[in-house]
């Protein structure tokens, strides 16, 4: 048992360009999220999704795009990286939103814009 | 909305001391209360969690949890400090999903725990 994926775990990028964080879970988890974690701010939410074909907004979605295709996979895609993007990615799933189930996280993606 | 406030960013304790980590709560409805470590470069993981029942909860790596109703707190204790406890430590808080657009699961903003040997 996997649990939840990440990939890539590091990565450098220029400003304007685009990329794709990879996520996927094998737990058949409904929900699942993207927090981004910097120095002194916690985890904020990005996007998150209640399951397949349902995705939200969170706490600081700008810049960010999201999908959710299939129940396993939620991946990330930034539309033109800005150095503000400069973070800690991290992929999580949860049985159902509002659960006494805890979260299960993936073990980040760090990622750099030049 | 909820919210989750952990006291201090930065703990230090001396090896072999008591750890005390402090998170209260603001929640309109009994919630769930989970504790989670991150070690470096690693990924969250979850230390213990309340739901229902005794409000005294114990984790991995012999740490353990109280939830004070009275209080609206879940601080998190070890009696002797390891150096291996050295991480950064996340109080969270869900509450049943009622409808709306919000996540349920809220953070605290982490505390740094430092070992001195």
């Known amino acids: 048992n996997a649990g939840v994926t990440q990939t890539p775990k590091f990565q450098v990028l220029k400003t304007g360009q685009s990329m794709t964080l990879q996520c996927a879970q094998d737990?058949?988890?409904?929900?699942m999220s993207w927090y981004r974690q910097d120095p002194g701010m916690g985890l904020r939410l990005i996007h998150y999704?209640?399951?397949?074909?349902?995705?939200d907004q969170g706490e600081v979605p700008n810049g960010y795009n999201v999908s959710r295709s299939t129940t396993e996979d939620f991946p990330l895609r930034l539309l033109s990286a800005a150095p503000s993007q400069t973070s800690v990615y991290f992929c999580?799933?949860?049985?159902?939103?509002?659960?006494?189930?805890?979260?299960?996280f993936g073990d980040g993606t760090r990622l750099s814009i030049l | 909305a909820q919210s989750v406030t952990q006291l201090g960013s930065h703990v230090s304790v001396s090896e072999g001391a008591l750890v005390l980590l402090r998170c209260n709560y603001s929640?309109?409805?009994?919630?769930?209360l989970f504790w989670y470590v991150q070690y470096p470069n690693q990924g969250l993981q979850l230390l213990l969690k309340?739901?229902?029942?005794?409000?005294l909860v114990k984790g991995i790596n012999g740490f353990e949890a109280e939830f004070k109703k009275s209080e609206t707190s879940f601080h998190l204790t070890k009696p002797s400090a390891h150096m291996s406890d050295a991480a950064e430590y996340f109080c969270?808080?869900?509450?049943?999903?009622?409808?709306?657009?919000?996540?349920?699961?809220?953070f605290g903003k982490g505390t740094h725990l430092i070992i001195q040997p």
């Open positions: 969270a808080v869900s509450e049943k999903y009622s409808g709306g657009g919000a996540d349920g699961l809220t």
């Open positions: 929640s309109s409805v009994p919630p769930y």
């Open positions: 309340y739901t229902t029942g005794a409000t």
């Open positions: 737990m058949n988890h409904e929900y």
């Open positions: 999580a799933s949860r049985f159902d939103r509002g659960s006494n189930q805890p979260q299960h």
């Open positions: 999704s209640v399951g397949a074909g349902i995705t």
